[in-house]
C-alpha cells in the first residue's frame, strides 16, 4: 500500500495501525492545496470466513454512515470520501493531529481531582453528540481519544464498533461481541449494549486517571458496586460517588446518558470551587505605624532640614562666641557688653 494512491487523491504515506477488520494509513490528498494529511481506512478483515465478511462489510459501512451523520461537528472526524477500487473499500476521513490519551495515561501517573473532573467532561462532551443521535461507539477506550493539538479538545475518533440503537434506548437484540475487555460494560460483554454501556468504559478511564492503573478485571460486592482503591487515592466523596454510579454493574443503576453524567460532574466541580479558602483581602487602611514611600521621603527631608539649621546655627554662635570672648582654661563665664 505505501505509495500508492487511492481513488487518483489519495496518496498512502505512512501505515498508522491496523485491527482485526482492516488497516490504517496515513495519506496525502493532492488535490488540496498543500497536500493536507488525512486517514485511509481499508477494509481488510483477518478471516477467510463468508459470515464474518459480512460482519465486517457491514460494520464498516455503518462507520462510514456515522460519519456522515455527525459530519460538521468538531468533535468527531469529518468523512472525506468513501469508495471501492479493485475489488477493495476504503474509507477516507479527517487527519487529527495530536496524541491519543493512553500517553496521557501512563500506567503510574495518577492525575489530580480537578484534572479528572475536566478529562471527564472533554470525553463526555464528545459521548454527547453521538448519543444525541441514538448511536454507542462500544470502544472508547484512551487510544480512541485525540488529544487535538490545534485547541486540545479531546476528539473521539474509530467508529468501527459504531451501533445504531432502536427508539428509546431498548435494549438491543444479541449482537456481535466487539470492544477492549478493560473498558467494556457487563451487559456489552453480553451482546446487549445501551447507552449507558458508554458511560461505563468513560468511568474506568476516570478510575484509570485516578489510581494509575487499569481498573479492570474488578470485582463487584454484593450490591453491584466496583471494588476499586478509592479509599488509596486522594479524592472527595462526590466524585467517587459519580464514578462509582458511571461503573455500576447493571446499566439501569448508572447514568442514563452523558448529558446527565455532565451535569452530576458539573455539581461535583462547583462544590470543590467554593470550598477553597481564599486569601482575605488586604487592609488598605493606614496603620499609624506604616508610612508610604512618599511619607517617608518627607519626613527624611525633614529631618534633614531641621539638623541642618540647628547644627550650622550653633556653629555660628560657637564661632561668634569665641571672637568676641577667647576660650581659657579658667574662664567658665564671659559678659556680653
Known sequence: ML??????????????????????WLAEDQHLLGSPDCVVKQLKPETTDASEWEIAKRLFEEEAKTL???AKNDLIPQIMAYLEENGQRYLVQEYIQGHDLSQELERGQ???????????????????????????HRDIKPSNLMRRKQDG?????DFGAVKKL???NQPTAGTVRIGTP??????QDQGHPNLSSDIYAVGMIGIQALTGELPNPLQWDEKGQIIWPNNQVKVSDELAAVLDKMVRYKSDKRYSGATEALE???????????????????????????????????????FISSFYVIFFNNVNYFFLK???CPIMPSVSKCEFL
Not at 8 to 19: A, S, T
Not at 113 to 121: K, N, R, S
Not at 271 to 298: D, E, H, M, W, Y
Open 3 to 24: 505509495g500508492k494512491t487511492i481513488g487518483g487523491r489519495y496518496h498512502i504515506i505512512d501505515k498508522l495501525g491496523e485491527g482485526t477488520y482492516g488497516q490504517t
Open 68 to 70: 456522515q451523520e455527525l
Open 110 to 136: 495518577t492525575f489530580s481531582e480537578t484534572l479528572v473532573i475536566e478529562l471527564l467532561q472533554q470525553i463526555l462532551q464528545a459521548l454527547e453528540v453521538i448519543q444525541q443521535h441514538n448511536l454507542i
Open 153 to 157: 479538545k479531546v476528539v473521539l475518533i
Open 166 to 168: 432502536q427508539p428509546d
Open 182 to 187: 478493560d473498558y467494556m460494560a457487563p451487559e
Open 264 to 302: 452530576a460532574l458539573k455539581e461535583v466541580k462547583e462544590k470543590l470551587q467554593s470550598t477553597i479558602i481564599k486569601s482575605p483581602p488586604r487592609n488598605i487602611q493606614a496603620s499609624p505605624f506604616k508610612f508610604s514611600a512618599i511619607q517617608i521621603v518627607g519626613v527624611g527631608i525633614v
Open 322 to 324: 569665641n571672637l568676641i
